[in-house]
């Protein structure tokens, strides 16, 4: 393991003191958010999005409103207008990737032609390749334990080989946006076989680039020793990168894209905000979590097939005395989408046949437990008696295991294909924004007389 050349001149005991501090100076109480009608987390009272901006690349529907009341609905995802079911059953009928077909879309608002999808393809092909000693500048001389964490700064590094970087007319950005699409598989890749040498003690292999490949067979080629995969298996992870495409502009990652763009602001640094963002647990890191839990419902339980075992379980994590104490129960439960989460629907279906196949047949009845018996746990210990679905993330990460991807990369394939939406949402604001994103913030503090530094206790 590298060994840290740089030591804190901070202590810990001065640490302590002035996180008193920063407590005493920075608590607002919860009734003041009442008082004063703030959004909080931009939501409103009944759970519902403020809104904030206009988009035409996706559409997310869970509910509808009726007589002000939320009413209940079947998940519905649409890419430009277009149901995310179509999208991804019209790929599976054809027996064709659809991820290169899913960013076309996406950037351009219509389903490419054959030529045009031949044209984004070979252009993504041609552009996976870093610039010259990037690999070894860049990323080998400095490791990190965590994936997305160097993928953030290798972005930030792109800015320095780029000619133009900070010229944000539409035909540079949308040079940008393609080049960094492609070339996030291969920093995903170089990250994690430097992270194998340096904190794992593993052989390190960076394999050539095969420009024929589609980018989930590109991704399978790259990570594996052997470079070995069957086309199920390519088909699959394409499933996922489909999915994970976009998810609206609120969703806190584009949202986040959205409002550093709106600054004027370079591509790498719009582009490193929703990697920041997806890096968070309560956003693109929930799969990892919902791994976790699994595993550890399995490992607790005599047989976690059995529904009776696993409630009991779910009990002991909504009430604190199991899990990682937040209580959370990780992969139910979406912002917008109640009855179902039309992304884990397809997960799921999609999932379970390569599942049964290579012996993972009890994390998938697990999975299938916790989905079933959360809402009725809730209903048990909490009195929340409402539809309750889960979201992507319940199947995305036994997808990955299936698949064989280490848990180091669950998030960062989650940015591989969320780059597509994130850069379609920078070219929307710059075309139709307009304005800097800047809402308001109510100052509770009192007025206070200033002391001079000898009058100060």
């Known amino acids: 393991m590298p060994s840290n050349n740089y030591i804190s001149p901070i202590s810990m005991e001065a640490l302590s003191s002035l996180c008193g501090e920063l407590d005493k100076n920075n608590s607002i109480k ?5 008082k004063y009608h703030v959004k909080r987390g931009l939501r409103n009272e009944d759970n519902t999005g403020v809104m904030a901006g206009l988009t035409r690349i996706c559409s997310v529907e869970g509910y509808y409103i ?36 899913v960013t076309w879309l996406l950037l351009f608002g219509e389903l490419p032609s054959a030529e045009q999808l031949l044209s984004l393809r070979e252009v993504i092909s041609e552009c996976r390749t870093l610039p010259d000693e990037f690999v070894e500048d860049m990323i080998m001389k400095h490791p990190s334990n965590d994936i997305m964490n160097k993928m953030m700064r290798s ?3 792109l800015y320095s080989f780029d000619e133009n970087p900070d010229d944000t007319s539409i035909p540079n950005v949308l040079r940008q946006s393609l080049q960094l699409i492609a070339q996030m598989p291969t920093i995903m890749n170089s990250a994690y076989q430097v992270k194998r040498r340096a904190f794992y003690n593993k052989t390190m292999f960076l394999h050539p680039i095969k420009k024929e490949q589609s980018t ?11 470079k070995k995969f069957t086309d199920e298996e390519a088909k699959l992870l394409d499933i996922c990168l ?6 609206g502009g609120g969703n806190n990652s584009t949202f986040s894209t959205r409002v550093l763009t709106s600054s004027g602001t370079d591509t790498y640094s719009a582009i490193t905000a929703g990697f920041g963002s997806l890096k968070g647990p309560r956003h693109g890191g929930a799969n990892l979590r919902v791994a976790k839990q699994m595993d550890e419902i399995m490992e607790c339980t005599s047989d976690s097939t059995d529904p009776s075992q696993v409630k009991d379980y779910l009990v002991k994590i909504l009430k604190k005395e199991a899990g990682d104490g937040s209580g959370l129960i990780y992969g139910m439960g979406h912002a917008v989408y109640t009855l179902s989460d039309p992304r884990a629907v397809i997960l799921k279906e999609s999932a379970k046949k390569l599942a049964y196949e290579k012996g993972f047949e009890k994390e998938f009845v697990t999975l299938e437990n916790i989905e079933k018996l959360t ?6 210990i909490k009195g929340i008696d409402k539809p309750m679905c889960a979201n992507v993330d319940m199947y995305s990460g036994l997808v990955y295991k299936v698949l064989g991807i280490p848990t180091d990369l669950y998030t960062p394939l989650f940015a591989i294909a969320r780059i597509s939406g994130w850069c379609a949402h920078r070219l ?13 913030y109510k100052s509770v503090n009192k007025v206070r007389e200033y002391k001079d530094l000898r009058d100060r206790n």
């Open 30 to 34: 919860p009734n003041d958010f009442e």
């Open 155 to 157: 972005i930030m590094a």
């Open 242 to 247: 489909m999915l994970h495409a976009d998810h």
């Open 216 to 226: 989930a067979e590109y991704i399978l080629n790259q990570i594996r020793v052997d």
């Open 66 to 101: 009726l007589d002000g009341e939320r009413i209940p609905k079947e998940g519905k995802l649409s890419y430009r207008g277009y149901d995310i079911n179509d999208i991804v059953n019209g790929c599976i009928n054809d027996g064709r990737f659809g991820f290169e077909e």
């Open 428 to 440: 929307e604001e710059l075309i139709s924004g307009g304005r800097i994103m800047r809402p308001a």
């Open 375 to 380: 809402p009725e746990v809730f209903a048990q």
